[in-house]
């Protein structure tokens, strides 16, 4: 069980919603995904609709929404955007994207920060989506967000934990859950975070763009599951040195 | 730097003569590279790359896919007006062209707006010819108040303005601009441009600069695909895009392709480009630039069209109407070219649908803009 702010969640698999070919089949992927916290972009949901065909299909208990800021460039747009959302989806749940570049979506660790801070004082549960950086995931942490997002790799790229030595700094030192975000492209990532020690992981393009995204949900679903034994279980660490039989020191003794 | 500089530096028939001497070698590993550079996209829009299209077509699906997912964004051009000042050898609302002339009244916009929304449309292209005195800033900061509220995504095609007019129309919902330099061959240029603003050719070369430096959200790239060889126009594009990318780094950038179409007072295409070399350069764009939006207009047919969503194509419009008026208030009135994919906006959808393509009506909220 992993508890994030006021709501404690059974699945460490978090989804995102973009990408797939149709809302039908998103939703059948992520129940098969068995994930309880799904995140979509606000710009894609018409909240001037009670129709809109993304919120309808996330209505289910399963689902617990994590609205994001994808597309606002700076902590202004950021916190209008939130207070959108929370007025519009009755949550205070907010993922906070920040990412001015759009060509790779890197986040913005200084408009992120001074966000966030705000956003917690308003009364929003935070999960900022950020570098894999230990400092400002402490800073975060000081500024009271619920959990931290530290990605693996640029988002949608697909090529796994390429800030894995980062990764584990975060995770050693966090006193708030980390999931990795962003970059998770094959159930072996995702099961890869889980053994280092990772809270959760979010997962959405290698879902969503698969030949069979319900298979592939699947496929997440247990890797996280597997993941998260093995280390509850305590890997055993590979050794990086030889065991000798005919110790150095063994003369110690004769003397 | 500035662009025109850069551009400066750059000789057409050199540029021209590179890219017609590129070979198959260089194509190969242009495709092989996990990143390309502009001398790898010269490669891949050579003669050279003709015999590698399936290949470039099968990466570019998959480039599509992984960025982009299975979606294509949906969107219409209503056109405000087709009075103009210019004179351009290729265009329907050419001042020399003796066509009844309508710019569209605010009731006019507000019911052609009514009509629009019934289709299912949230981001919208607004279109005018370039006639600064009756359709200028002024003009659009009015529209911009009626359609403001009903679209979320607005998008501008009309003359190129100075960085305080886009500063200006920026808060009252402007969020992509289109400016199409035509050719970036200058002397061609200028004989298709004889008479108007628009024949500065080094005004129109530095409005995405302005642009950029007015925080726009997105830039819209492209050329007239039929003016002058499309290979060396498309590279003077993409040379613009990695300038543009580098310099105005928070800025999104599109491409679209237009090919000459049929219209009042028409121009034969000096360099024909066939389906071939189109879905050639769509596929050499995606392969080059993996984040780059490539959008496609109902200047194409059905069957091309049906078939190019899947190779790189990021958003698309249907049931579009080229000239002022042409949804609720003037339907017969003339157009700027004719289209040739007739079919409705549902029906689009639906062939979306069927190919496993999610039709994508909204992706940009207001409020980002604190608008």
Same mark, same amino acid.
């Given at each position: 069980?992993?508890?994030?702010?006021?709501?404690?969640?059974?699945?460490?698999?978090?989804?995102?919603?973009?990408?797939?070919?149709?809302?039908?089949?998103?939703?059948?992927?992520?129940?098969?995904?068995?994930?309880?916290? *799904?995140?979509?972009?606000?710009?894609?949901?018409?909240?001037?609709?009670? !129709?809109?065909?993304?919120?309808?299909?996330?209505?289910?208990?399963?689902?617990?929404?994590?609205?994001?800021?994808?597309?606002?460039?700076?902590?202004?747009?950021?916190?209008?955007?939130?207070?959108?959302?929370?007025?519009?989806? !009755?949550?205070?749940?907010?993922?906070?994207?920040? #990412?001015?570049?759009?060509?790779?979506?890197?986040?913005?660790?200084? !408009?992120?920060?001074?966000?966030? !801070?705000?956003?917690?004082?308003?009364?929003?549960? *935070?999960?900022?989506?950020? #570098?894999?950086?230990?400092?400002?995931?402490?800073?975060?942490?000081?500024?009271?967000?619920?959990?931290?997002?530290?990605?693996?790799?640029?988002?949608?790229?697909?090529?796994?934990?390429?800030?894995?030595?980062?990764?584990?700094?975060?995770?050693?030192?966090?006193?708030?859950?980390?999931?990795?975000?962003?970059?998770?492209?094959?159930?072996?990532?995702?099961?890869?975070?889980?053994?280092?020690?990772?809270?959760?992981?979010?997962?959405?393009?290698?879902?969503?763009?698969?030949?069979?995204?319900?298979?592939?949900?699947?496929?997440?679903?247990?890797?996280?599951?597997?993941?998260?034994?093995?280390?509850?279980?305590?890997?055993?660490?590979?050794?990086?040195?030889?065991?000798?039989?005919?110790?150095?020191?063994?003369?110690?003794?004769?003397? | 730097?500035?662009?025109?500089?850069?551009?400066?530096?750059?000789?057409?028939?050199?540029?021209?003569?590179?890219?017609?001497?590129?070979?198959? $070698?260089?194509?190969?590993?242009?495709?092989?590279?996990?990143?390309?550079?502009?001398?790898?996209?010269?490669?891949?829009?050579?003669?050279?790359?003709?015999?590698?299209?399936?290949?470039?077509?099968?990466?570019?699906?998959?480039?599509? $896919?992984?960025?982009?997912?299975?979606?294509?964004?949906?969107?219409?051009?209503?056109?405000?007006?087709?009075?103009?000042?210019?004179?351009?050898?290729?265009?329907? =609302?050419?001042?020399?062209?003796?066509?009844?002339?309508?710019?569209?009244?605010?009731?006019?916009?507000?019911?052609?707006?009514? &009509?629009?929304?019934?289709?299912?449309?949230? &981001?919208?292209?607004?279109?005018?010819?370039?006639?600064?005195?009756? @359709?200028?800033?002024?003009?659009?900061?009015?529209?911009?108040? /009626? %359609?403001?509220?009903? =679209?979320?995504?607005?998008?501008?095609?009309? $003359?190129?303005?100075?960085?305080?007019?886009?500063?200006?129309? %920026?808060? /009252?919902?402007?969020?992509?601009?289109?400016?199409?330099?035509?050719?970036?061959?200058?002397?061609?240029?200028?004989? &298709?441009?004889?008479?108007?603003?628009?024949?500065? =050719?080094?005004?129109?070369?530095?409005?995405?600069?302005?642009?950029?430096?007015?925080? %726009?959200?997105?830039?819209?790239?492209? @050329?007239?695909?039929?003016?002058?060889?499309?290979?060396?126009? +498309?590279? =003077?594009?993409?040379?613009?895009?990695?300038?543009?990318?580098?310099?105005?780094?928070?800025?999104?950038?599109?491409?679209?392709?237009?090919?000459?179409?049929? &219209?009042?007072?028409?121009?034969?295409?000096?360099?024909?480009?066939?389906?071939?070399?189109? @879905?050639?350069?769509?596929?050499?764009?995606?392969?080059?630039?993996?984040?780059?939006?490539?959008?496609?207009?109902?200047?194409?047919?059905?069957?091309?069209?049906?078939?190019?969503?899947?190779?790189?194509?990021?958003?698309? +419009?249907?049931?579009?109407?080229?000239?002022?008026?042409?949804?609720?208030?003037?339907?017969?009135?003339?157009?700027?070219?004719? %289209?040739?994919?007739?079919?409705?906006?549902? $029906?689009?959808?639906?062939?979306?649908?069927?190919?496993?393509?999610?039709? @994508?009506?909204?992706?940009?909220?207001?409020?980002?803009?604190?608008?």
């Amino acid at each position: 069980m992993l508890t994030i702010g006021d709501k404690t969640f059974n699945s460490r698999l978090f989804t995102g919603t973009g990408k797939f070919n149709s809302s039908e089949l998103m939703k059948t992927a992520l129940l098969e995904s068995g994930s309880e916290l *799904v995140t979509m972009a606000l710009k894609r949901v018409d909240v001037n609709s009670n !129709e809109d065909h993304i919120l309808g299909y996330l209505d289910h208990p399963q689902f617990n929404l994590l609205p994001n800021t994808s597309g606002v460039r700076n902590a202004k747009e950021a916190i209008f955007a939130a207070e959108l959302a929370r007025e519009a989806l !009755e949550t205070n749940w907010l993922k906070l994207e920040i #990412h001015p570049d759009p060509k790779y979506l890197l986040p913005d660790p200084v !408009e992120t920060l001074i966000a966030a !801070e705000q956003l917690v004082k308003k009364g929003f549960i *935070v999960l900022p989506y950020i #570098h894999a950086d230990p400092v400002l995931c402490k800073r975060l942490e000081e500024a009271g967000v619920a959990a931290v997002m530290p990605l693996g790799s640029p988002i949608g790229s697909n090529k796994g934990l390429k800030t894995i030595d980062f990764l584990e700094i975060i995770i050693e030192q966090s006193n708030v859950p980390v999931v990795v975000d962003a970059g998770i492209g094959a159930p072996s990532d995702a099961a890869k975070a889980m053994e280092i020690g990772a809270d959760a992981v979010l997962v959405n393009t290698a879902i969503a763009v698969s030949d069979n995204p319900v298979a592939m949900a699947r496929a997440f679903k247990m890797a996280v599951e597997a993941g998260r034994i093995a280390y509850e279980a305590k890997l055993a660490h590979p050794i990086g040195h030889a065991s000798a039989s005919s110790p150095l020191t063994s003369f110690i003794d004769e003397l | 730097m500035s662009f025109s500089e850069i551009f400066r530096s750059y000789n057409w028939d050199d540029v021209k003569s590179k890219i017609y001497s590129k070979t198959s $070698q260089d194509v190969e590993n242009a495709i092989s590279r996990p990143q390309r550079n502009l001398e790898d996209f010269m490669a891949l829009i050579s003669p050279a790359a003709a015999p590698y299209l399936e290949q470039m077509a099968q990466l570019s699906h998959r480039l599509t $896919q992984k960025r982009f997912g299975k979606t294509i964004q949906m969107y219409i051009p209503m056109y405000l007006s087709n009075e103009c000042q210019n004179i351009c050898t290729y265009c329907g =609302f050419s001042l020399d062209n003796k066509i009844p002339r309508r710019t569209l009244t605010e009731k006019e916009i507000l019911s052609e707006i009514e &009509h629009i929304k019934a289709m299912g449309y949230d &981001h919208i292209l607004l279109v005018t010819g370039e006639a600064n005195k009756t @359709v200028g800033p002024e003009y659009f900061k009015k529209a911009f108040k /009626l %359609i403001n509220p009903s =679209f979320s995504h607005i998008s501008l095609e009309v $003359q190129p303005l100075d960085q305080h007019e886009y500063e200006e129309l %920026i808060p /009252l919902g402007l969020n992509t601009v289109l400016v199409y330099q035509e050719t970036y061959h200058q002397e061609d240029y200028k004989k &298709h441009h004889p008479k108007g603003k628009k024949s500065n =050719f080094d005004y129109r070369l530095e409005t995405p600069d302005r642009l950029g430096r007015a925080g %726009i959200h997105k830039i819209g790239l492209g @050329v007239l695909f039929g003016l002058e060889d499309w290979r060396t126009d +498309s590279f =003077f594009t993409a040379l613009h895009l990695q300038y543009l990318e580098r310099k105005y780094w928070k800025t999104k950038y599109s491409i679209s392709f237009p090919r000459l179409r049929p &219209h009042a007072g028409g121009l034969t295409p000096k360099v024909e480009m066939t389906d071939r070399e189109l @879905v050639q350069l769509i596929c050499a764009y995606r392969i080059f630039n993996e984040e780059v939006e490539l959008s496609l207009s109902t200047r194409e047919s059905n069957k091309f069209r049906d078939n190019v969503i899947k190779l790189g194509i990021t958003s698309i +419009s249907a049931g579009s109407k080229t000239n002022p008026g042409g949804y609720a208030n003037a339907p017969e009135s003339l157009e700027q070219f004719e %289209i040739d994919d007739q079919r409705s906006p549902a $029906q689009i959808a639906e062939m979306l649908t069927r190919q496993g393509y999610e039709p @994508v009506w909204k992706d940009w909220d207001r409020a980002y803009g604190g608008v």
